[in-house]
């Protein structure tokens, strides 16, 4: 029911609140861009992974965007791969992004 096309988008905006992760995973690949941007930060990894897959087409052009930058610091193999991957393939240098990345956020030790 959840991935028909007769739930609406307020629905499914609402339904992505819910704690069981399941309905999450499901409603992740269908939602709106912009709703699916918010799933970035989601606690597992699944979502965060359905979300990426979603928003990358549009992420990918600004690889200094601060979801790209999460995605690559994602606890998460799956989504830093996917992102890594991705990155590498619309010519940019990912290691000088993760270079950058430490400059600007990490303290020494992480």
Known sequence: MLGSQGVRAEVQVLLIGDPEVRICRVLAPLISLDASRGLLCDPDAGVRSSALIRSLPTLITDSKAGEIQWALLDTHNSVRLQVQ???????????????????????PRE
């Not at 393939?89 to 303290?107: C, K």
């Open 85 to 107: 991957y991705t990155l590498r393939q619309a010519g940019h240098d990912v290691r000088q992004i993760y270079l950058d990345i430490v400059d600007l956020r990490l303290s």
